[in-house]
């Protein structure tokens, strides 16, 4: 199990995580900072220089979760991780893969009220007999107090919420340890779907509206927009998985059964294993239809339609290429069908 201690920057999450370890039973502090400390080491600084934030490096982010994953098998009990994620999309990306590891995440949410935030960051010597390196580091707390409140809206939402604003380390970390006894703090319901451990075949369905737009869908588990589908099950058909993928994600029970129109085969690339990717044409939705379009589990964010050009600055790099083929062959099936005056639609 993970507590995740989350909240703006110099809010106290390290020091209370600290003293938390002490109530916890069988707990290990893990602070995902060091992780970002070694990528300096390990990235070309021609990369580094492309990011104001590490949290913006793919690869962060999943070391992240690769060392949680490592640590608790290596100790066991409790992960108690004190790291500020003030972007929803991150937070799904790692709590979704942590999720899929079967690792459950308490979040907790320490607010602090502004002007005690404020002369915490205005005392803090973070580096000591370097001013300039403590001066950045305050300035980098002022700059990130309005994407802090930005993101509460969520946050809230999404994390047990405890006011640490008059509260000592101690006495916040009492706070949190109780919410963890008693389940206040509850565990983070995100998808938990199990990694795969080999090459797998997905089905996606391409659905579209009046207008000609396709429909995308925004995963909680993983970063960039997808198409609604999902891994076919053993023993099942692809293009059935499809309808039913279409109906878990979007509430859309399909009546036809959707024709394929693009094979993939996606290589292996550590830590993801690749496999077949079909893409299926699950044809135009009614205006009634596209009004009944749900989130019914976790696993989605949120749905749009987008046209082709929308859609290239949406879908990572092989899914929109994907896409490009997947219209490509439904305008020559269109074009055929019409020449063969075969009704289209």
């Known amino acids: ?77 409790v992960l108690v991780v004190p790291m500020t994620l003030l972007r929803q999309e991150y937070r799904d990306e790692i709590f979704g893969s942590l999720a899929a590891r079967r690792i459950p995440v308490r979040h907790v949410l320490l607010t602090t009220d502004e002007t005690i935030l404020r002369q915490r960051i205005a005392a803090r010597e973070e580096l000591e007999g370097d001013p300039e390196g403590s001066e950045r580091v305050r300035q980098w707390a002022y700059d990130h107090i309005e994407p802090y409140r930005t993101a509460l809206g969520w ?124 893409l299926f044409d699950g044809g135009l939705l009614s205006p009634a239809e596209a009004a009944g379009l749900s989130l019914p589990g976790p696993e989605l964010r949120g749905w749009r339609f987008v046209t082709e050009e929308e859609a290239a600055g949406m879908l990572p790099p092989n899914r929109f290429e994907r896409l490009r083929w997947a219209l490509r062959a439904r305008e020559r099936s269109a074009v055929i069908n019409l020449e063969a005056g075969v009704p289209v639609g």
């Open 155 to 278: 946050l809230r939402d999404d994390a047990l919420v405890i006011d640490n604003s008059t509260l000592t380390p101690a006495a916040t970390a009492e706070l949190v340890a109780e919410a963890v006894r008693t389940g206040a703090a509850g565990i983070c319901e995100i998808v938990q779907t199990p990694e795969p451990t080999g090459e797998t075949v997905a089905a996606g369905v391409l659905l579209f509206d009046e207008q000609d737009r396709v429909l995308l869908v925004d995963p909680t588990y993983k970063p960039g927009w997808e198409f609604p589908g999902g891994i076919v099950e053993r023993g099942e058909a692809p293009a059935r998985a499809g309808i039913r993928e279409v109906a878990e994600e979007v509430g859309i029970q399909l009546d036809r059964v959707p024709r394929l129109l693009v094979v993939d085969w996606e290589p292996p690339r550590p830590p993801a294993f690749g496999g077949m990717r079909l």
């Open 1 to 77: 199990m993970i507590v995740w201690v989350n909240g703006a920057f110099s809010a106290g999450k390290t020091t209370a995580a600290r003293e938390l370890i002490d109530l916890i039973p069988n707990s290990t502090f893990y602070d995902p900072e060091v992780i970002g400390g070694a990528l300096r080491f390990l990235l070309p600084q021609k990369r580094l220089a492309e990011v104001t934030d590490y949290q913006d490096l793919p690869i962060w982010r999943r070391m992240v979760v690769d060392a949680a994953a490592a640590l608790l098998a290596e100790v066991g009990g």
